[in-house]
């Protein structure tokens, strides 16, 4: 099946860094990805839409400046989360469709990324 | 009101029983439903989609009722490997397609 790449899968870090995350899509090309967070307890949310070549379409109430992402290819997004702070603390995953096939199918979700801000 | 609504749970049932779960969900112009299957602290996997006229998949059983707008999971002789928090999902319309997510209910399986 569809295996879509998540890494890093656990990263710990002082307040204030920058942490970049990268979902890849292993044998499939996806012009779309997907961004969502999950804090405990609490459904996926979604971040914001990759879209290969374009800028990143952000949900309502998620700072793009915080969140930056960037989809340079069509097996690669990134996510890099600047001047991180514990409030940023959560669970990060990515998913991503395949182009061929019609926009109502499955996606597939990486592994995700614990990320803990001290 | 939420755009997918789940009961929480937990579920607590013995090896072997039969479990429903339901869910609601608020836009009526919603086009593709899924259940997905998430472990703790972990991705979320597709179980199944679910479609107008019901589907089975081994002892999982999936229907969707698009007038009272309710998605219904079934699964048959539970295994304790059943364990886990099954999200309901529901795509908005448009090129984008994007996944909205129930809260999950949890179901645990004993013996």
């Known amino acids: ?118 | 009101r939420k755009e997918v609504e789940q009961d929480p749970g937990p579920f607590n049932v013995p090896e072997g029983a039969t479990v429903a779960f339901n869910c609601t969900y608020s836009n009526s112009a919603s086009q593709s439903f899924f259940w997905y299957r998430q472990d703790c602290r972990k991705e979320p996997k597709l179980l199944m989609s679910v479609y107008s006229s019901g589907n089975e998949d081994g002892r999982f059983t999936a229907q969707l009722n698009r007038a009272s707008q309710y998605i219904s999971l079934l699964i048959r002789d539970s295994k304790l490997s059943d364990s886990a928090t099954y999200l309901c999902v529901v795509t908005s319309t448009g090129t984008a397609s994007k996944l909205t997510f129930g809260t999950g209910t949890r179901l645990q399986v004993t013996l």
């Open chain 1, 1 to 118: 099946g569809a295996v879509v790449s998540q890494h890093p899968s656990w990263v710990i870090c002082k307040s204030g860094t920058s942490v970049k995350i990268e979902c890849r899509s292993l044998d499939f090309q996806a012009t779309t990805m997907f961004w969502y967070r999950q804090f405990p307890k609490q459904s996926l949310m979604l971040m914001a839409t990759s879209n290969e070549g374009s800028k990143a379409t952000y949900e309502q109430g998620v700072e793009k400046d915080k969140f930056l992402i960037n989809h340079a290819s069509l097996t690669l997004s990134t996510l890099t989360v600047t001047s991180a702070h514990p409030e940023d603390s959560s669970f990060y995953i990515c998913s991503a469709r395949n182009k061929v096939g019609h926009s109502n199918q499955p996606q597939h979700f990486g592994d995700g990324t614990r990320l803990s801000i001290l």
